[in-house]
Nanobody, 127 residues
Framework: QVHLVESGGGLVQPGGSLRLSCAAS????????MAWFRQAPGKEREFVAG??????YYADSVKGRFTISRDNAKNTVYLQMNSLRPEDTDVYYC??????????????????????WGQGTQVTVSS
């Protein structure tokens, strides 16, 4: 069993910053692909950022503002979000590819590439 627990969401003013954390526990696999997605009510889940071994990927809408990183010793992935905009308001989900690891072709932007999901954390950007 694997658990992904997100934290760090909240209410922030436009231009502000938040740092999301995702702690993994259980049958994890170090350095497996992990990512952050976000989803608004009634909309599809949207890729935000992904991290592998020495590689990172970002959606165009967050490039230059968000940074994904990981601490393998703590089984934790982070999303530093700067210069936040009202359109960044969403529920943010952490996800991991612990079962399949690096086997097969990986499209970091595809939610079907991942095996486990967290429960989500709300980010609201508003004045």
């Amino acid at each position: 069993q694997v658990h992904l627990v997100e934290s760090g969401g909240g209410l922030v003013q436009p231009g502000g910053s938040l740092r999301l954390s995702c702690a993994a526990s259980g049958r994890t696999r170090s350095e497996s692909p992990m990512a952050w997605f976000r989803q608004a009510p009634g909309k599809e889940r949207e890729f935000v950022a992904g991290v592998g071994i020495s590689v990172t990927y970002y959606a165009d809408s967050v490039k230059g503002r968000f940074t994904i990183s990981r601490d393998n010793a703590k089984n934790t992935v982070y999303l530093q979000m700067n210069s936040l905009r009202p359109e960044d308001t969403d529920v943010y989900y952490c996800t991991a590819r612990f079962l399949r690891g690096y086997s097969g072709r990986i499209n970091y932007r595809d939610p079907d590439a991942y095996d486990y999901w967290g429960q989500g954390t709300q980010v609201t950007v508003s004045s």
